[in-house]
Structures are given as structure tokens and as C-alpha cells.
């Protein structure tokens, strides 16, 4: 790997990290269509495909600090998802009448928003237009059921203060790491 990190992927003689470059190469190679139709469709999904990953960086640097508070990622979601809102309007997906990879990602950061520990389901409240667009996104063949969602884990990794494996398991892992300091020094 040129830049060993998780995720990678490797695909032959491809060898990619970074979870974007991976998801446009699985685009481009297997399905051509999430990309966009259109240049127009392709740049829009690029760029609403920033956002997130910017909302994302956000969300993670509040979750991982300890004043994290569900009051401030309250208000990244609503400062980032709200213009998204309105870039949605009436438009079936994201970027118009076809599904991109990019609703995928929207859609998984929807779900992040109503969590319990955000919103508690009360996010398509404020933001109506996404409720009828995440009940399409999750209609789509081979979505996999709600359960099967939550199945998957936390959205964050156990040292995260908010959306991760818990208090508990916090000061678990946190022992673990204060008792492993002490034996190298």
C-alpha cells in the first residue's frame, strides 16, 4: 500500500486507502451509474460528498475530545445537514433523480443523526424533506433492514466520549492504556 491506513482495498494489481477513493473506485469499476449521469450530477455528488466528509472530521473531533456534549453535535449536524436540506428540496436523491454513492453516505449520516444520543429519532422533525428521502434510500434492493444497521456496531471506536462502545467501556479500555504506560516506563 502506498498509504497504509484502514480501510484499504485491493483489487489485483489496485491497492487504495481512504474510504473516498475506495468508494469512486468501486463506482467507476462496478457500477458506473452511482456515479451520475451527467458532469453536472457527478460534480454536485462530488461536492455534497465533501460536506459530509467535512461533517464527518467535525463530528469525530467532538465525539473523541472530553467536553464532548450532545449540544454540539447537535449543532454541527443542523449547520451542515440544514443547507443540504434545502440543496435536497424536492429532488427524489441528492443530486436529482437517480441515486449517487453520495446518498448512501447521506444516508448513513441521517442515521447518525437521529441516534438517541443526538436527536433521539427527532431529526426529520426539523428536517421533514429527509424523511421521505432516507424511507426511499432504505426501500432500495439489498439495503440491508434496520436491525441489521444497528447490528453493524457504533458509529465511533470504543475511546470516542459520545456515539462510540460506551462509558464503560471507556474506562476500560482507558485502564488498559494507563496500566500499559506504567509497564514501559
Given at each position: 500500500?502506498?498509504?497504509p491506513n484502514l480501510p484499504y482495498l485491493l483489487d489485483g494489481?489496485?491497492?487504495?486507502?481512504?474510504?473516498?477513493?475506495?468508494?469512486?473506485?468501486?463506482?467507476?469499476?462496478?457500477?458506473?451509474?452511482?456515479?451520475?449521469?451527467?458532469?453536472?450530477?457527478?460534480?454536485?455528488?462530488?461536492?455534497?460528498?465533501?460536506?459530509?466528509?467535512?461533517?464527518?472530521?467535525?463530528?469525530?473531533?467532538?465525539?473523541?475530545?472530553?467536553?464532548?456534549?450532545?449540544?454540539?453535535?447537535?449543532?454541527?449536524?443542523?449547520?451542515?445537514?440544514?443547507?443540504?436540506?434545502?440543496?435536497?428540496?424536492?429532488?427524489?436523491?441528492?443530486?436529482?433523480?437517480?441515486?449517487?454513492?453520495?446518498?448512501?453516505?447521506?444516508?448513513?449520516?441521517?442515521?447518525?443523526?437521529?441516534?438517541?444520543?443526538?436527536?433521539?429519532?427527532?431529526?426529520?422533525?426539523?428536517?421533514?424533506?429527509?424523511?421521505?428521502?432516507?424511507?426511499?434510500?432504505?426501500?432500495?434492493?439489498?439495503?440491508?433492514?434496520?436491525?441489521?444497521?444497528?447490528?453493524q456496531g457504533y458509529f465511533n471506536g470504543w475511546r470516542s466520549?459520545?456515539?462510540?462502545?460506551?462509558?464503560?467501556?471507556?474506562?476500560?479500555?482507558?485502564?488498559?492504556?494507563?496500566?500499559?504506560?506504567?509497564?514501559?516506563?
Amino acid at each position: 500500500l502506498d498509504f497504509p491506513n484502514l480501510p484499504y482495498l485491493l483489487d489485483g494489481d489496485v491497492r487504495l486507502t481512504q474510504s473516498s477513493a475506495i468508494a469512486r473506485y468501486i463506482v467507476a469499476k462496478w457500477a458506473p451509474e452511482l456515479a451520475g449521469n451527467t458532469p453536472a450530477e457527478v460534480g454536485r455528488a462530488a461536492m455534497v460528498e465533501g460536506r459530509l466528509s467535512d461533517l464527518n472530521s467535525a463530528l469525530d473531533k467532538i465525539a473523541f475530545w472530553p467536553e464532548a456534549s450532545t449540544e454540539r453535535l447537535q449543532e454541527a449536524m443542523k449547520s451542515s445537514l440544514g443547507p443540504l436540506h434545502d440543496f435536497l428540496g424536492d429532488n427524489k436523491f441528492i443530486v436529482g433523480d437517480n441515486v449517487t454513492y453520495v446518498d448512501f453516505i447521506l444516508f448513513e449520516m441521517l442515521e447518525k443523526a437521529q441516534h438517541k444520543e443526538i436527536f433521539d429519532n427527532a431529526f426529520f422533525s426539523l428536517y421533514p424533506n429527509y424523511r421521505s428521502y432516507h424511507a426511499r434510500i432504505e426501500a432500495l434492493p439489498n439495503m440491508m433492514s434496520k436491525e441489521e444497521r444497528e447490528a453493524q456496531g457504533y458509529f465511533n471506536g470504543w475511546r470516542s466520549r459520545m456515539l462510540g462502545a460506551g462509558e464503560e467501556m471507556y474506562r476500560k479500555y482507558k485502564k488498559l492504556d494507563e496500566e500499559n504506560l506504567v509497564d514501559k516506563n
